[in-house]
């Protein structure tokens, strides 16, 4: 039971390049979303979905897309990478569509770095 | 809107202490609460989910009790090993945000051998 495999673990890009952060869940989760860890600013919510075919913002959406094609991925998108987007990213499922009923469960993270 | 707060940022304590982690939260109205830890490059790992009818909630060491009226949780961790050294972050639901988790900024734990 692999849990929540986030690729690559780490990037980096120069400004202005684009890039897609994978996040893939087995354990039929139906709710999945996308954090970013900063010194001094905690775990900030980027992106959520409910279940496939749904997605919303969270806390701090600008500069990055996502998508839900299937209960299993949900991959981040940076359409054009930003020095202030260079942080370490954590996708986080649960199994109930809401994120506080249930026991939240993240991947490794991924760390980017944009020059 | 839920805000929750860690205090103190870092601890530092001999091996064999007990101690007790804080978290506040600003909005009561939350049906769980949950604790994770961090270890440095890692990723979050769950510890306990404590539902408010519970009150507590014990894994091994660890015991974490939740006061929805003074806006509380503690955590407590018995005899302490250089092995339980990490962050560790306590999360509450903001149901006017669909129940999304709100993160507090995180302990940070150092016991020292």
């Known amino acids: 039971n692999a849990g929540v495999t986030q690729t690559p673990k780490f990037q980096v890009l120069k400004t202005g390049q684009s890039m897609t952060l994978q996040c893939a869940q087995d354990m039929n989760h139906e709710y999945m979303s996308w954090y970013r860890q900063d010194p001094g600013m905690g775990l900030r919510l980027i992106h959520y979905s409910v279940g496939a075919g749904i997605t919303d913002q969270g806390e701090v959406p600008n500069g990055y897309n996502v998508s839900r094609s299937t209960t299993e991925d949900f991959p981040l998108r940076l359409l054009s990478a930003a020095p202030s987007q260079t942080s370490v990213y954590f996708c986080?499922?649960?199994?109930?569509?809401?994120?506080?009923?249930?026991?939240?469960?993240f991947g490794a993270g991924s760390r980017l770095t944009v020059l | 809107k839920q805000e929750v707060t860690q205090i103190p940022a870092a601890l530092s304590v001999p091996e064999g202490e007990n101690l007790v982690l804080n978290c506040s939260f600003t909005d009561s109205a939350i049906y769980n609460l949950q604790w994770f830890r961090q270890d440095p490059g890692k990723g979050l790992t769950s510890l306990l989910l404590?539902?408010?009818?519970?009150r507590e909630q014990t894994s091994g060491r660890l015991n974490a009790s939740l006061d929805k009226s003074s806006g509380r949780s503690t955590l407590y961790i018995a005899a302490s090993q250089p092995g339980d050294s990490a962050t560790y972050l306590c999360?509450?639901?903001?149901?006017?945000?669909?129940?999304?988790?709100?993160f507090g900024q995180g302990t940070e734990l150092s016991v020292k051998p």
């Open positions: 404590i539902q408010s009818s519970q």
């Open positions: 986080a499922s649960s199994y109930s569509k809401h994120s506080g009923a249930n026991v939240l469960t």
């Open positions: 999360a509450a639901p903001d149901y006017n945000q669909g129940g999304k988790l709100i």
